[in-house]
């Protein structure tokens, strides 16, 4: 069934691809599913690029532009800026953005870090000055991007979060130490806020299913959406079976966890007892 979801052409580089498509292809007078038997793609997946779900490749792109030539190329060179523009993120990231902002609750593991959407600037900074990924003003952009991330715990019906952390990360240096005391910290007070749960993963558990690397799960409109990080680069997905998958995990994780009051009360000894 075709997707209407009104979009923000300002919201993101595939709130704009999405909302430009929408125009011309109802210009041209062609529903999504005939759109996408000229292009090679499902009536699906043409809506969920308009509606900013999924972001298009470079060959969606090009045959958009093959099957709309009234639009002039146009679908090309949006597809050329959205890979330059990439808004305080890399482009990949673009669609879990999206789906951050959209999602009606998040859950996120991390084995090594602390979850980018509760990081100080301070400490996000220090990884990506370690990272080597930019200097100067590009730096303050990256670390600028990744805060405000965060707004959309601001909005009216904020989304709930709920985040499992190992306990290494408490503990690993990222920094120095100043930086490591308000992470902990900001940490700390992020689970007292409503519909917020933090937890850690102790120690003593050892060897556990989480290690095999981190991830995160956004719900939006009663479906799953997963993020996994790899060396390389991100992969987001909504196949209905890696998303039970690593919800699964998710739950094996959150079951090996401390209860809420202890992992805040862990994470604030930490603090004390470590880094200052």
Same mark, same amino acid.
């Given at each position: ?5 009104? =979009?923000? @052409? $300002?919201a993101?580089?595939? %709130?704009?691809?999405?909302s430009e !498509?929408?125009? *011309?292809?109802?210009?041209a007078g ?14 699906a ?10 972001a298009?490749?470079q ?10 030539p ?14 330059r523009w990439?808004?305080g ?16 609750s ?6 090594l =870090?602390? @979850? $980018?959407?509760v990081?100080? %600037?301070?400490?996000a900074?220090? !990884?990506?000055? *370690? ?9 303050d952009?990256?670390?600028s ?8 715990f ?8 709920w985040?499992?952390i ?11 130490g ?8 900001c ?7 409503p519909n ?17 690397g ?7 409109? $009663?479906?799953?959406?997963?993020y ?10 909504n196949?209905?079976?890696?998303v039970?998958?690593?919800s699964?995990?998710?739950d094996i994780?959150r ?14 000894r930490?603090?004390?007892q470590q880094?200052?």
């Amino acid at each position: 069934m075709p997707l209407t979801r009104v =979009l923000d @052409p $300002g919201a993101s580089p595939l %709130a704009f691809f999405g909302s430009e !498509l929408r125009l *011309a292809r109802t210009a041209a007078g062609i529903s999504q599913e005939q759109l996408g038997q000229r292009i090679g793609y499902s009536a699906a997946q043409v809506g969920k690029v308009e509606t900013g779900e999924r972001a298009p490749s470079q060959d969606f792109a090009r045959n958009c532009d093959q099957a709309l030539p009234g639009a002039g190329g146009l679908f090309t060179r949006i597809f050329a800026l959205t890979q330059r523009w990439e808004g305080g993120y890399p482009s990949w990231f673009a669609e879990w953005i999206e789906a951050e902002r959209r999602a009606e609750s998040l859950c996120w593991w991390e084995p090594l =870090l602390v @979850p $980018g959407l509760v990081q100080t %600037a301070d400490y996000a900074r220090a !990884l990506f000055e *370690a990272w080597r990924l930019a200097g100067g003003d590009e730096l303050d952009r990256l670390v600028s991007g990744r805060v405000e991330r965060q707004s959309i715990f601001d909005r009216p019906q904020a989304p709930s979060l709920w985040v499992i952390i190992d306990e290494g990360v408490l503990r690993r240096c990222i920094g120095g130490g100043k930086i490591m005391y308000d992470q902990l910290t900001c940490l700390a007070e992020w689970a007292d806020r409503p519909n917020t749960t933090i937890q850690v993963v102790p120690a003593e558990v050892g060897a556990h299913v989480g290690l095999l690397g981190a991830f995160a799960i956004a719900s939006v409109d $009663g479906a799953g959406i997963v993020y996994m990080e790899s060396p390389d680069q991100g992969h987001t997905t909504n196949t209905p079976s890696v998303v039970a998958k690593v919800s699964a995990t998710f739950d094996i994780l959150r079951a090996e966890a401390l209860p809420r009051a202890t992992s805040r009360d862990l994470i604030r000894r930490v603090a004390e007892q470590q880094w200052t």
